[in-house]
Nanobody, 119 residues
Framework: QVQLVESGGGLVQFGGSLTLSCAASRSIEEILITGWYRQAPGKQRDMVATISSDGSTNYADSAKGRFTISRDNAKNTVYLQMNSLKPEDTAVYYC?????????????WGQGTQVTVSS
């Protein structure tokens, strides 16, 4: 079993920056895609950014130009650099990882980290 541990959330002012980290508890042989999702109170969980095994990235429209997803395979860690934060970015941010092992796909979620942006 793999555990994902997020860190880096907190309270930041409008226009500020935060970097979220998501560390896997062990190395994983075949990671297909890793991503960040967020869920605001009373709303569904939405994709923010993903990075695939080939390094290609995908961003929600709300994140384009402000957020950057990256990874450090040696550290089993994925990052989300968030700049120019807005109050509407306030949410719990979750890390997600999908990997493949013989005969199955594995879908892992972290416990979430709170990001609050004050106006």
């Amino acid at each position: 079993q793999v555990q994902l541990v997020e860190s880096g959330g907190g309270l930041v002012q409008f226009g500020g920056s935060l970097t979220l980290s998501c560390a896997a508890s062990r190395s994983i042989e075949e990671i297909l895609i890793t991503g960040w999702y967020r869920q605001a109170p009373g709303k569904q969980r939405d994709m923010v950014a993903t990075i695939s095994s080939d390094g290609s990235t995908n961003y929600a429209d709300s994140a384009k130009g402000r957020f950057t997803i990256s990874r450090d395979n040696a550290k089993n860690t994925v990052y989300l650099q968030m700049n120019s934060l807005k109050p509407e970015d306030t949410a719990v941010y979750y890390c997600n990882l999908i990997s493949r092992s013989p005969g199955r796909l594995n879908n892992y979620w972290g416990q979430g980290t709170q990001v609050t942006v004050s106006s």
